[in-house]
């Protein structure tokens, strides 16, 4: 899968409500923090812990997790190097769509190769996408281990298991890099909203 179109003789279709109409009506303006960083260092928590806060004090925003996209949209993908790249294009274009619509898009996805990460701000237009490196050292990870991968990973039960048997690209120069290890959740999803506020989208 190459992510090239196969469909001729298509174009866009701009409605009447433009992002401006739907970040006036939602007092926010959309975004895409995208999170990134190996299994197990604390992603998906933060986002839903951003995600809950967000909405408690009046703003829309969702969290797109990895395993809960590969139980619908990219149930057909794998795990090898071409799959996480469509894994990644997929959902890249779908948190692009959601950002249209005035959303903060909290993704929670490994992500582990710099090229696809790079690919998916691309699709964005400028100043939407942040890239959020969680950074957590793998052996904090596999000491937490919250779903036991780390275990069958050592034991070759799972194959192409990213900080194990396949790489982990740390990003060059995210726009926010957040420690986890000397920090409980709340401080955590701090670091994002406070990111979130210096940025301007919350303030309609």
Same mark, same amino acid.
């Given at each position: 899968?190459?992510? /090239?179109?196969?469909?001729?003789?298509?174009?866009?279709?701009?409605?009447?409500?433009?992002?401006?109409?739907?970040?006036?009506?939602?007092?926010?303006?959309?975004?895409?923090?995208?999170?990134?960083?190996?299994?197990?260092?604390?992603?998906?928590?933060?986002?839903?812990?951003?995600?809950?806060?967000?909405?408690?004090?009046?703003?829309?925003?969702?969290?797109?997790?990895?395993?809960?996209?590969?139980?619908?949209?990219?149930?057909?993908?794998?795990?090898? &190097?071409?799959?996480?790249?469509?894994?990644?294009?997929?959902?890249?274009?779908?948190?692009?769509?959601?950002?249209?619509?005035?959303?903060?898009?909290?993704?929670?996805?490994?992500? &582990?190769?710099?090229?696809?990460? /790079?690919?998916?701000?691309?699709?964005?237009?400028?100043?939407?996408?942040?890239?959020?490196?969680?950074?957590? =050292?793998?052996?904090?990870? /596999?000491?937490?281990?919250?779903?036991?991968?780390?275990?069958?990973?050592?034991?070759?039960?799972?194959?192409?298991?990213?900080?194990? =048997?396949?790489?982990?690209?740390? &990003?060059?120069? &995210?726009?926010?890099?957040?420690?986890?290890?000397?920090?409980?959740?709340?401080? =955590?999803?701090?670091?994002?909203?406070?990111?979130?506020?210096?940025?301007?989208?919350?303030?309609?």
């Amino acid at each position: 899968m190459t992510g /090239e179109a196969k469909s001729q003789n298509i174009s866009w279709h701009s409605g009447q409500v433009t992002v401006g109409d739907r970040e006036r009506l939602l007092k926010q303006r959309g975004c895409t923090i995208w999170l990134t960083g190996l299994s197990g260092s604390g992603k998906s928590t933060i986002a839903v812990e951003t995600e809950k806060q967000l909405v408690n004090s009046g703003h829309a925003a969702y969290v797109l997790d990895g395993d809960n996209v590969r139980q619908g949209l990219n149930k057909d993908l794998g795990f090898s &190097p071409q799959d996480r790249t469509e894994n990644i294009r997929r959902i890249a274009e779908v948190a692009k769509l959601m950002t249209d619509a005035g959303l903060i898009v909290l993704t929670a996805f490994i992500s &582990p190769y710099r090229a696809d990460r /790079e690919a998916a701000r691309e699709i964005f237009t400028d100043g939407k996408f942040f890239e959020a490196y969680v950074d957590t =050292s793998l052996e904090t990870c /596999e000491a937490r281990d919250p779903k036991g991968l780390y275990v069958k990973a050592r034991s070759g039960d799972i194959p192409e298991f990213t900080g194990i =048997s396949a790489p982990y690209e740390v &990003p060059n120069d &995210p726009e926010l890099i957040v420690k986890t290890e000397n920090l409980v959740v709340d401080e =955590s999803a701090e670091q994002l909203l406070s990111f979130i506020r210096s940025c301007g989208f919350l303030a309609g």
